[in-house]
């Protein structure tokens, strides 16, 4: 009688509607299912990198022009994040295990066919497909993580989680690299078929078999997903195309702002006042999410950035490859392995304030970018060596800090309303990133050009009695002086487009340095403190 009264009173408490729907017992099993889902991910990320840097190679062999080679990854990237805002409603219906599968061997079974298409269309449309499949899974690492780990250990879940931002992207390089230089270019679509196998193995067999429920479909938030889907696009869209076509003096990108940006207001209206959202808005109002959320755009944006930077010089300046290029990305990703599981075990110590270690990374973050301006035309791969260990050690001691105070204030059912909003945001951060990029770099490196030319054209005079060495060079390639002359203005342009972007280059970096300071200040001021969870305590036996 005593029993039956204690659980009547349990389930009709507040705490109630924080417990999960299923909990499965925790075993080998859930841990085999849960890194199946993480390997996943894991192989998402390797095939979105993967074929963004090996875009060049790719152009080359399947015949696509500039612009249509920058379609083939905002398509996907564009579905990608569309399908990360929605997905928790759909795995909560369908189940965890069902969808997973999938989603996972669905992305699997579609890079099968792309070597082998010929019209750019058809390949448009498989690569969104694929972009919506790929981005289903990060959500359901994170609610995995969350749901089926315990207490005590559910901080090194989080650091699992934060291995999709911060070990799969840097990896990317290295495997574009293997791929292409030592197998053939069709496997920079196929690097998948096998780790995604091995996953789906593992999630078949570990992952808990929680129940469907198909009668959500009743009461499905159609007004919400209509309006949600095509504002997401259209803002992605906008970020990946807006510096290529001259922003708002294209038709297309001012369509694409005016009524993306009217959809996704009426989205986040809609969502605040709906009795059954996708996103639960008023989590801003908590000052730790909302912190959270913040700096982990922001951080996404930074890594973005300092992994483009070199990038960007070693194979525009310098003329390197991406296997010469390798050794920079791997000199973050490789530590990560370490380091991440060390950062979680510390943040998982009730004494240790994790708003401390997420300062601390922000702070290597902007020495890493105050070493960077001072980049010169004479580096070499091994000058960027120092900026990259000090990125490889902020990574993950900003990453999971900030994952832990926007997840550890809320409940288990709670993970479905913010994992769609963290992945989102971190799908957008990549975007706004590769656009800040392309604007900080055109801008900045046409700044300078003309400077430079402004300084040489008002020294001219004076330069004059050290004599014309490029010219002097030249001069006995050809007697045609004409010629010689306009291969020598070539040559002048070719030093001055490499002093400009390498000046371009360095003021990124100054930025980077003073958005990671901005974040250490703002650290200080706005958090309040989280602890770990703990496992719970057993309640007193009735008298």
């Known amino acids: ?20 729907s299923y909990i499965p017992p925790f075993g080998m099993r859930t841990i085999v299912g849960c890194l199946g889902v993480l390997l996943a991910v894991h192989v998402v990320g390797f095939n979105e990198h993967i074929t963004e840097i090996g875009l060049a190679d790719l152009r080359g062999e399947m015949h696509m022009g500039h612009d249509e080679s920058l379609w083939f990854t905002s398509i996907y990237e564009a579905f990608n ?19 997973s599968l999938f989603v996972t061997a669905l992305m699997a079974m579609l890079a099968i066919p792309l070597p082998f298409m010929h019209d750019l269309t058809a390949v448009y449309v498989l690569r969104a497909v694929q972009g919506l499949s790929a981005g289903c899974l990060p959500p359901i690492l994170m ?29 990317g390089g290295p495997l574009e690299a293997l791929w292409f230089e030592h197998v053939g270019w069709q496997w920079l679509y196929w690097e998948v078929l096998p780790l995604a196998a091995v996953a789906l193995g593992m999630i078949a067999y570990g992952l808990p078999r929680d129940p469907m429920n198909m009668a959500r479909f009743r009461n499905f938030n159609w007004r919400g997903f209509l309006l949600g889907v095509p504002s997401i696009v259209c803002v992605v869209t906008v970020l990946y195309h807006g510096d290529r076509l001259d922003w708002f003096r294209s038709p297309l990108i001012t369509h694409l702002t005016f009524w993306g940006g009217a959809l996704f207001i009426g989205f986040l209206v809609h969502e605040w006042f709906h009795h059954s959202p ?27 950035l300092m992994a483009e930077i070199p990038s960007a010089y070693l ?12 050794p920079i990305s791997l000199i973050v990703a490789l530590p990560q392995l370490a380091l991440l599981p060390l950062t979680a075990a510390l943040c998982n110590i009730r004494r240790v304030d994790c708003r401390y270690i997420l300062a601390f990374g922000m702070s290597c973050m902007a020495l890493a970018a105050w070493l960077g301006s001072w980049l010169t035309p004479d580096w070499v791969r091994d000058n960027f060596y120092i900026i990259q260990i000090l990125q490889a050690i902020g990574q993950p001691t900003v ?26 945001l971190k799908g957008m951060a990549n975007a706004i990133a590769a656009a800040l990029f392309a604007i900080l770099l055109r801008r900045r490196e046409q700044f300078h050009s003309a400077m430079l030319l402004e300084r040489h054209g008002d020294n001219a005079t004076s330069l004059q009695g050290f004599g014309n060495p490029i010219g002097g060079q030249l001069a006995g390639t050809s007697p045609d002086s004409a010629h010689v002359g306009r291969n020598t203005l070539e040559v002048f342009h070719t030093f001055l487009h490499e002093q400009s972007t390498v000046l371009a280059l360095a003021d990124i970096y100054v930025v980077i340095m003073w958005i990671c300071i901005f974040f250490v200040v703002l650290t200080a001021i706005l958090p309040g403190r989280v602890y770990p969870p703990s496992a719970p305590k057993p309640l007193p036996s009735a008298s």
């Not at 009688?1 to 999960?20: K, R, Y």
């Not at 989680?161 to 911060?166: G, P, Q």
């Not at 808005?281 to 959320?293: E, H, K, L, P």
């Not at 300046?317 to 390798?326: D, F, H, K």
Request: one cysteine or more; proline letters at 8%; glycine letters at 8%.
């Open 1 to 20: 009688m005593t029993q039956a009264v204690q659980t009547s009173a349990a389930a009709a408490s507040p705490a109630a509607p924080h417990a999960p």
């Open 143 to 171: 609610t995995v993580m969350l749901k089926y780990l315990p207490a005590p250990i559910r901080v090194f879940g989080v650091g699992g989680y934060a291995m999709s931002a911060t070990f799969g992207p840097n990896l």
């Open 278 to 304: 996708f996103f639960r808005i008023q989590f801003w109002g908590n000052r730790n999410i909302a912190m959270s959320m913040i700096t982990l755009v922001a951080t996404l944006m930074i890594c973005g």
């Open 315 to 326: 194979m525009e300046i310098r003329g390197y490859r991406p296997v010469q290029a390798a």
């Open 399 to 424: 990453v999971i800090p900030v994952l832990m105070l926007a997840t550890m204030a809320l409940g288990p059912a709670d993970g479905p309303l913010i994992s769609g909003m963290v992945n989102m």
């Open 81 to 99: 994040i569309a399908s990360m805002a929605f997905t928790p409603w759909f795995y909560v219906t369908f189940s965890l295990y069902r969808f």
